[in-house]
Protein backbone atom coordinates (compact mmCIF):
# COMPACT_ATOMS: atom_id res chain seq x y z
CA UNK A 1 0.00 0.00 0.00
CA UNK A 2 1.27 3.46 -0.75
CA UNK A 3 0.01 6.91 -0.36
CA UNK A 4 2.00 9.75 -2.06
CA UNK A 5 0.40 13.24 -0.42
CA UNK A 6 1.16 16.81 -2.83
CA UNK A 7 -0.23 20.31 -3.29
CA UNK A 8 0.58 21.53 -0.03
CA UNK A 9 3.00 24.57 0.51
CA UNK A 10 3.03 28.66 1.71
CA UNK A 11 -0.16 30.37 1.42
CA UNK A 12 -1.16 33.58 2.71
CA UNK A 13 -3.93 33.60 5.53
CA UNK A 14 -7.27 33.59 3.62
CA UNK A 15 -5.47 31.68 0.62
CA UNK A 16 -6.80 28.15 -0.69
CA UNK A 17 -4.78 25.15 -1.45
CA UNK A 18 -6.03 21.77 -2.90
CA UNK A 19 -4.16 18.52 -1.68
CA UNK A 20 -3.86 15.47 -3.45
CA UNK A 21 -3.21 11.84 -2.75
CA UNK A 22 -2.35 9.22 -5.04
CA UNK A 23 -3.48 5.85 -4.14
CA UNK A 24 -1.46 2.05 -5.23
CA UNK A 25 -1.32 -1.06 -3.87
CA UNK A 26 -4.62 -1.95 -3.12
CA UNK A 27 -7.96 -0.97 -4.59
CA UNK A 28 -8.52 1.90 -4.10
CA UNK A 29 -12.43 2.28 -4.51
CA UNK A 30 -12.95 -0.91 -2.19
CA UNK A 31 -12.29 1.84 0.74
CA UNK A 32 -13.33 5.29 2.84
CA UNK A 33 -10.56 7.46 2.75
CA UNK A 34 -9.83 9.93 5.24
CA UNK A 35 -7.88 13.63 5.66
CA UNK A 36 -6.26 14.43 8.93
CA UNK A 37 -3.40 16.62 9.98
CA UNK A 38 -0.69 17.40 12.67
CA UNK A 39 0.55 20.42 14.23
CA UNK A 40 3.69 20.52 15.71
CA UNK A 41 3.29 19.74 19.74
CA UNK A 42 -0.73 18.88 19.01
CA UNK A 43 -2.65 15.63 18.59
CA UNK A 44 -3.59 13.88 15.36
CA UNK A 45 -6.51 15.87 14.34
CA UNK A 46 -9.43 13.88 11.87
CA UNK A 47 -10.68 15.86 9.43
CA UNK A 48 -13.10 14.61 6.66
CA UNK A 49 -13.97 11.24 5.71
CA UNK A 50 -15.14 9.60 2.46
CA UNK A 51 -17.16 7.09 0.88
CA UNK A 52 -15.69 4.50 -1.25
CA UNK A 53 -17.85 6.12 -4.46
CA UNK A 54 -17.54 9.25 -3.11
CA UNK A 55 -21.06 9.69 -2.47
CA UNK A 56 -21.05 10.22 1.66
CA UNK A 57 -18.78 12.89 3.07
CA UNK A 58 -18.11 13.48 6.92
CA UNK A 59 -16.03 16.44 8.35
CA UNK A 60 -15.04 17.82 11.63
CA UNK A 61 -16.13 21.01 12.99
CA UNK A 62 -12.98 22.59 12.10
CA UNK A 63 -13.30 21.00 8.54
CA UNK A 64 -17.06 22.07 7.75
CA UNK A 65 -17.81 24.98 5.51
CA UNK A 66 -14.05 25.35 4.54
CA UNK A 67 -12.81 22.30 3.77
CA UNK A 68 -14.01 19.84 1.17
CA UNK A 69 -13.04 16.15 0.28
CA UNK A 70 -13.70 14.30 -3.10
CA UNK A 71 -11.99 11.53 -4.72
CA UNK A 72 -11.64 10.17 -8.35
CA UNK A 73 -11.37 6.64 -8.43
CA UNK A 74 -10.98 6.41 -11.88
CA UNK A 75 -7.17 8.32 -11.12
CA UNK A 76 -6.79 6.62 -7.58
CA UNK A 77 -6.77 10.35 -6.05
CA UNK A 78 -7.96 11.72 -3.00
CA UNK A 79 -8.40 15.44 -2.59
CA UNK A 80 -8.79 17.88 -0.28
CA UNK A 81 -9.99 21.52 -0.88
CA UNK A 82 -9.07 23.76 1.70
CA UNK A 83 -10.59 28.16 1.29
CA UNK A 84 -10.27 30.64 3.95
CA UNK A 85 -6.76 29.01 5.24
CA UNK A 86 -5.58 30.51 8.82
CA UNK A 87 -2.59 30.16 10.51
CA UNK A 88 -3.99 27.42 12.91
CA UNK A 89 -4.69 25.71 9.62
CA UNK A 90 -0.27 25.04 9.22
CA UNK A 91 0.56 21.77 10.08
CA UNK A 92 1.40 18.63 8.27
CA UNK A 93 -1.43 17.10 6.58
CA UNK A 94 -2.06 13.15 5.44
CA UNK A 95 -4.38 11.48 4.10
CA UNK A 96 -5.27 7.72 5.54
CA UNK A 97 -7.18 4.16 4.59
CA UNK A 98 -9.90 3.52 6.48
CA UNK A 99 -10.71 -0.63 7.29
CA UNK A 100 -14.76 -0.17 5.36
CA UNK A 101 -15.77 1.22 2.61
CA UNK A 102 -17.76 3.81 4.14
CA UNK A 103 -16.35 6.48 6.94
CA UNK A 104 -16.68 6.61 10.29
CA UNK A 105 -16.94 9.56 13.16
CA UNK A 106 -15.31 7.26 15.56
CA UNK A 107 -12.00 8.17 12.90
CA UNK A 108 -12.05 11.14 15.21
CA UNK A 109 -11.03 8.70 18.35
CA UNK A 110 -7.75 7.95 16.40
CA UNK A 111 -4.69 9.53 18.31
CA UNK A 112 -1.91 8.33 16.16
CA UNK A 113 -1.33 7.44 12.57
CA UNK A 114 -0.98 4.02 12.94
CA UNK A 115 -4.33 3.43 14.40
CA UNK A 116 -5.33 4.06 10.28
CA UNK A 117 -4.69 0.73 8.04
CA UNK A 118 -1.95 3.21 5.93
CA UNK A 119 -0.83 6.51 5.55
CA UNK A 120 1.42 8.85 3.56
CA UNK A 121 4.24 10.72 4.43
CA UNK A 122 2.59 14.00 4.64
CA UNK A 123 2.32 17.23 3.10
CA UNK A 124 3.12 20.39 4.83
CA UNK A 125 0.78 23.24 4.63
CA UNK A 126 2.14 26.56 6.35
CA UNK A 127 -0.27 29.73 6.58
CA UNK A 128 1.84 32.80 7.20
CA UNK A 129 1.82 36.75 5.92
Known amino acids: VQLVESGGGLVQPGGSLKLSCVAS????????MSWVRQAPGKPLEWLAGISWNGATTIDSQTARARFTISRDNAKNTLFLHMNALTVEDTAMYYCTKETHRTPSYASQRHTYLHDYDAWGQGTQVTVSS
Open 25 to 32: GFTFDDYA
